[in-house]
């Protein structure tokens, strides 16, 4: 089948579920941990030290148990307020399943507008790093959904709060983020309808254009204040290009163990063929005069990309997280539009 028509049904499901979004203390008692990592070890440990007076329930004090990356968790039976504090692919989860949050992450004091659709009647919680704890004490949620990134004392503030529910930040569990979200929105068919979908899709874009772009170099980096970042082939968007596509990974990208900053020498020495350069004017004013800088500076212009005319700036929102379902639908798309000519 054209990946043109199976991307736009991907993008039609996304759209038809936002066009639907219209309209006593508690702890969390997270049990076994087989699988897990240490860090994960290290929190169900803080949670079992947290106290726990009563385990989460509705009003009318019944509960029900999930099962989230290795961990058991108790929650109300019907999930009414959740809340949603420093978890970007937890927003991005709620957006692409048409989940609506009561509570929600702002960046720079106000929603971005790629979450208009889910926040409507939503209210602030605070910015990513900055949960605002009165605030989300005053929404009186049902289930919390903080991250993983959290440290030791934030993570215990929200547990007493309600019940809590760390999204993990690593990209290759992008999938278990989203089921946990359908689970809590009771939007489980959808979930599987999405993931469904995108691994079709996924699959018709390889076909398409991997024996094309055979012996091509393909790259995605992150201008983030005035420095270039690469990440490693399992974070940001790298899984789309190299895991799932199956294209080449550029050394530079092999060799990077977390998000590491590379020099204009360095991106000369991988000249990619095809560059995708993401950055957000929201996080410092100093990105775009980077970007400026960098696309004008003699060694950058003898890049192929550049010589080509195969240079694509922000191609998705640059808030996207990347890792997420509503990121790589987005940017399986976009690789459609720029790669599959």
Same mark, same amino acid.
């Given at each position: 089948?054209n990946t043109k028509w199976m991307l736009a049904g991907l993008m039609a499901i996304l759209m038809v579920m936002l066009a639907a979004c219209g309209s006593g ?54 999930? !009414?307020?959740?809340?949603? $504090?420093? +978890? =970007?692919? #937890? ?6 399943? &048409?989940?609506?949050? *009561? ?34 004490l005053g929404l009186k949620p049902d289930v919390i959904l903080g991250s993983t990134k959290f440290t030791a004392e934030v993570q215990e503030k929200l547990r ?36 469904? !979908?995108?691994?079709?899709? $996924?699959? +018709? =874009?390889? #076909? ?6 055979? &012996?091509?170099?393909? *790259? ?102 990347g890792g997420p379902a509503f990121s790589r639908i987005k940017f399986l798309a976009s690789l459609q539009q720029h790669l599959d000519k």
């Amino acid at each position: 089948m054209n990946t043109k028509w199976m991307l736009a049904g991907l993008m039609a499901i996304l759209m038809v579920m936002l066009a639907a979004c219209g309209s006593g203390n508690k702890t969390i008692e997270p049990t076994g941990a087989s699988g897990s990592s240490q860090t994960e070890q290290s929190q169900s440990e803080q949670a079992n030290t947290s106290s726990q007076n009563e385990s989460g329930a509705d009003e009318g004090g019944e509960t029900r148990t999930i099962e989230y990356l290795g961990q058991t968790y108790t929650i109300p039976a019907k999930v !009414q307020k959740l809340v949603i $504090a420093g +978890a =970007m692919e #937890a927003m991005e989860d709620a957006a692409a399943l &048409g989940v609506h949050p *009561a509570g929600a992450i702002s960046v720079g004091g106000s929603f971005p507008e790629m979450f208009a659709a889910i926040t409507a009647d939503a209210v602030s919680i605070g910015e990513k790093q900055q949960p605002n704890f009165e605030t989300i004490l005053g929404l009186k949620p049902d289930v919390i959904l903080g991250s993983t990134k959290f440290t030791a004392e934030v993570q215990e503030k929200l547990r007493k709060i309600a019940p809590t529910i760390l999204v993990s930040h690593i990209a290759t569990d992008w999938e278990a983020n989203l089921r946990l979200m359908g689970e809590l929105g009771s939007k489980q068919q959808e979930a599987e309808a999405i993931l469904a !979908q995108y691994k079709q899709d $996924a699959e +018709a =874009m390889q #076909a398409s254009i991997k024996e094309k772009l055979q &012996g091509k170099r393909v *790259a995605a980096v992150r201008i983030r204040g005035t420095q270039m970042y690469v990440y490693p082939p399992d974070v940001y968007f790298n899984p789309v290009l190299y895991d799932e596509i199956g294209l080449e990974v550029p050394a530079q990208v092999a060799a990077a163990k977390t998000q590491e900053a590379i020099s204009v020498e360095q991106l000369a020495e991988m000249n990619p063929d095809y560059l995708f350069i993401q950055f957000a004017t929201s996080e410092s004013g100093e990105t775009e005069q980077a970007y400026n800088g960098l696309k004008n500076n003699a060694i950058i212009q003898n890049i192929t990309a550049f010589k080509q005319d195969q240079v694509y700036v922000n191609v998705v929102d640059p808030l996207l997280e990347g890792g997420p379902a509503f990121s790589r639908i987005k940017f399986l798309a976009s690789l459609q539009q720029h790669l599959d000519k």
